[in-house]
Structures are given as structure tokens and as C-alpha cells.
């Protein structure tokens, strides 16, 4: 099922037919990372701050719906933004790391992957990664699972 087609389907049912949402798949293993989400592992994720402006897209926000899809584009469940902040790459704490689910959910993994990833999607974005870069910290509950 597409993530338009999830969202129809859950809009329907829930009366949300004219909210806004948007469709995303997390990067590095999306089809792992979606199905920590699943199994209710993965409560949080990371993004870079910087990037948000040079792309021009929104922040996140409480109480917004994301479609998440896996590595083919497929539509595997709905969630809804619970709490968002930003904070220096530096200052993330080992509470979010456990709630991101990945690995061995320590924040010694949390910051040895992130970094690397945050640097790949810096470089390729002309920029550079550094420990005091601004990351924008989400997280969510499950809503509607496709």
C-alpha cells in the first residue's frame, strides 16, 4: 500500500480527511529503522537543523502526522509528533538515544552512527558536521499501522 493510500484510509476512519501530513522514510536502513517503529523500539529520531533551511521544509511540530514508509515506498504505519526540540549534537542525552532503538540503544551507538550520518548528509549538502551542530530531536507515537 502507498503512504497516500495509508493516510486515505486512516483519514477516513479518523475523521482527518483534511489534515495536513506528510509521507518520509528514515534515512540510512529505512526498512530496518520502520520496523524498529513497529515493534515499538523506535519512539524518536534525529535530524540535522541545518538542512531544513537549505531545503526549504518545515520543523516538525507537536501534534503533526507523518506516513512512514519503507525502503520501496510503501506505506507501513502513521505517526503523530509528541514532542520536538533542538539541540546541539553535543548535548543529546542518553534518554533519546534509547528511544531512537537502534543498536544497543546506548548513546556511545546513538553518537557513533549519527555522526557518521549526519556528516554524509552534511557533505552532500555542501556543508560540514560538527559536535555543536543544531539537531532537531522528535518523538512520536504510532497511530495507524498499515
Given at each position: 500500500m502507498t503512504g497516500s493510500e495509508l493516510w486515505k484510509e486512516y483519514a477516513k476512519k479518523s475523521?482527518?480527511?483534511?489534515?495536513?501530513?506528510?509521507?518520509w522514510a528514515f534515512g540510512g536502513d529505512s526498512d530496518t529503522l520502520s520496523s524498529l517503529v513497529l515493534e515499538g523500539k523506535k519512539t524518536a529520531t534525529a535530524s540535522a537543523y541545518p538542512?531544513?533551511?537549505?531545503?526549504?521544509?518545515?520543523?516538525?511540530?507537536?501534534?503533526?502526522?507523518?506516513v512512514i514508509l519503507d525502503g520501496k515506498g510503501n506505506g507501513v504505519c502513521i505517526i503523530r509528533t509528541d514532542k520536538v526540540s533542538v539541540v546541539p549534537?553535543?548535548?543529546?542525552g542518553e534518554d533519546h538515544a534509547y528511544?531512537?532503538?537502534e543498536g544497543d540503544r546506548s548513546l556511545e551507538y546513538w553518537r557513533h552512527v549519527h555522526k557518521e550520518f549526519f556528516t554524509e548528509c552534511m557533505e552532500e549538502a555542501g556543508e560540514e558536521f560538527t559536535p555543536?551542530?543544531?539537531?532537531?530531536?522528535?518523538?512520536?507515537?504510532?497511530v495507524y499501522r498499515g
Open positions: 475523521g482527518l480527511e483534511d489534515c495536513p501530513h506528510s509521507e538542512l531544513y533551511g537549505k531545503e526549504n521544509e518545515k520543523l516538525p511540530e507537536k501534534g503533526d502526522y507523518s549534537f553535543s548535548d543529546v528511544k531512537e532503538g555543536d551542530m543544531a539537531v532537531v530531536l522528535e518523538e512520536f507515537s504510532i
